[in-house]
C-alpha cells in the first residue's frame, strides 16, 4: 500500500464533503492477492469483474483444463496456463497488453475454435502447447514465441504479421499463416519458421508443411531442414 495527504482549502470542490481547511492522509492498496485455499469442482464457474483496473497483471493456473467461458479484458499483461486444453467460448475474446498462453499436455484452441486475442501492437504474443496452437489476432500480430511440441500452428491475422524480437519464431509440424488485409514478415525483418518433417518406416515424408496466404508481401525463413510448401499466396499483383 502506499500513502498521500491532501489538503481540502475552503475553495476545492469536496471541500464541502471532507471539510474546508482540513488536511488528510489516505492509505490506499496497490497491490491485491486473491488466494483460493480449497478446490473448486470444474462444473462450478470463476467470474472475477475487473472493472476500473486500470494497469496491472492476470496469471491464472489450472492443474488440468482451462475453459474460458467469456472475455478476459485486461489493462496489463494476461498468462493463462493449464495441464490440458486451453480453450475459449466462441465470440469470446482475451484483449491486454500482453498475452502469454500455455498448455503442458494439450493444445490452445482448436481447428474450428481458436483462441481470439486483441493485442497491444507493441508487445509480443507468446503461445506454447503440446499439440497444436490455433490463434485469431483481431489486430496486427507480433509475434514472440509460438511454439508446440508435437501438432499444427493455424494462425490468423486482421492486420501485419512482424516480429516482436530477433529470438520471434513460429515452430510446429504444420504452420499456417493468414492475413486477409495484411503482410506476413517485412524484406528487412522476415519471419523465422521452423516446420518438422517425420519420415514413415516405408520412407514416406509427412508434415512440414506451410501455407501462407497475404494481401501484400510474404517473407519467411526457415533456418533449419526441409521446408515442404503446401500453398503460399499473395492477393497483391506487387505483392
Known amino acids: 500500500s502506499e500513502s ?17 481547511s482540513t488536511t488528510w492522509d489516505w492509505t490506499y492498496p496497490t497491490e491485491i492477492l486473491l488466494q483460493n485455499l480449497y478446490q473448486v469442482p470444474a462444473a462450478n464457474s470463476i467470474s472475477i469483474d475487473f472493472s476500473g483496473v486500470q494497469y496491472g497483471s492476470l496469471d491464472v493456473e489450472s492443474a488440468a483444463e482451462l475453459q474460458l467461458a467469456g472475455n478476459v479484458i485486461f489493462p ?13 467460448a466462441y465470440s469470446a475474446i482475451v484483449a491486454a497488453n500482453q498475452v502469454d498462453l500455455k498448455s503442458t499436455s494439450g493444445s490452445i484452441g482448436h481447428e474450428d475454435t481458436p483462441i481470439h486475442i486483441s493485442m497491444d501492437p507493441a508487445s509480443s504474443t507468446n503461445a506454447t ?12 500480430l507480433v509475434v514472440g514465441q509460438i511454439v508446440t511440441a508435437t501438432g499444427p500452428i ?3 491475422a486482421a492486420g501485419d504479421f512482424t516480429a516482436g524480437s530477433s529470438d520471434a519464431m513460429i515452430a510446429g509440424d504444420n ?9 506476413i514478415g517485412t524484406q528487412a525483418e522476415p519471419l523465422t519458421i521452423q516446420t518438422e518433417t517425420t519420415q514413415l518406416e516405408s520412407g514416406t ?6 501455407t501462407a496466404a497475404a494481401a501484400g508481401e510474404i517473407y519467411l525463413v526457415q533456418p533449419e531442414g526441409d521446408l515442404r510448401l503446401l500453398s503460399v499466396t499473395t492477393s497483391s499483383s506487387v505483392g
Open 4 to 20: 498521500a495527504t491532501t489538503k481540502f482549502s475552503s475553495s476545492h470542490e469536496d471541500a464541502w464533503n471532507f471539510g474546508p
Open 76 to 88: 496489463g499483461n494476461v498468462s493463462l496456463s493449464a495441464n490440458g486444453d486451453l480453450t475459449q
Open 129 to 140: 502447447a503440446a499439440s497444436g496452437v490455433f490463434l485469431a489476432s483481431e489486430a496486427d
Open 154 to 156: 493455424e494462425v490468423t
Open 175 to 183: 504452420i499456417s499463416l493468414q492475413t486477409e488485409t495484411g503482410n
Open 205 to 210: 515424408v509427412t508434415d512440414g508443411l506451410l
